[in-house]
């Protein structure tokens, strides 16, 4: 063990530091988990005592699934004045598991962003673009949280102002919407480009 251990220390540096804490503290019977996976393993949602879905730090950086503008699943609604336009990102591992398999693995996690609408902002001439961001939500699949698997999840955000932390939503609000219309397995395949078009399966 000691020698792959130092392997690892020539020829992978930063990832064999992590590696060589995690044998470290296990000696000591305080073994810890590494602050972010290693490259291809499964991503799995975080949660605190409280058992409330704790907010990846890197979910803008995700794999983006698609967008809309005014979209809404509200068969009474009139169509907004002022649409808000929506980005749905997935996180990578479970995209790369999707895109594999054609299903949507325990612990997927998708973000939807919420921004208000820009226009009229030099040089642009015509047209709106996602300026300020109104709300971050999440969906997620895990079964051992709740018995329908899917719980979803907001963390505000109007003027950039997110909680760092979610319970989940009553089922009500978004499950049975997800349950009754999503194309596949309560994700709406139907709006998203990236994954519609990945699903082979």
């Not at 590494?34 to 605190?48: I, L």
């Not at 997110?162 to 709006?191: I, M, W």
């Amino acid at each position: 063990m000691r020698s792959r251990i130092r392997v690892l220390v020539v020829t992978v540096g930063f990832t064999a530091i992590a590696i060589s804490s995690i044998v470290v503290s296990g000696a000591a019977g305080q073994q810890q988990r590494p602050s972010s996976p290693v490259a291809g393993s499964p991503r799995m949602p975080q949660y605190d005592k409280d058992r409330a879905l704790l907010l990846p730090a890197d979910y803008r950086q995700w794999i983006l699934a698609g967008t809309s503008l005014g979209l809404s699943y509200n068969e009474d609604a009139q169509a907004p004045r002022d649409p808000m336009f929506h980005e749905t990102l997935i996180e990578p591992t479970a995209f790369r598991h999707f895109a594999e398999t054609g299903q949507f693995r325990e612990g997927t996690m998708l973000a939807l962003i919420l921004h208000g609408t820009g226009q009229n902002v030099l040089p642009g001439r015509h047209g709106q673009f996602a300026a300020e961001m109104h709300g971050v939500e999440m969906s997620v699949k895990d079964s051992t949280r709740l018995p329908e698997r899917w719980a979803y999840y907001s963390f505000g955000g109007m003027n950039g102002q997110t909680r760092g932390t979610a319970q989940p939503l009553p089922k009500q609000q978004c499950y049975a919407c997800h349950s009754e219309h999503a194309q596949r397995d309560n994700v709406f395949l139907q709006f998203y480009s990236l994954l519609s078009s990945a699903a082979t399966n």
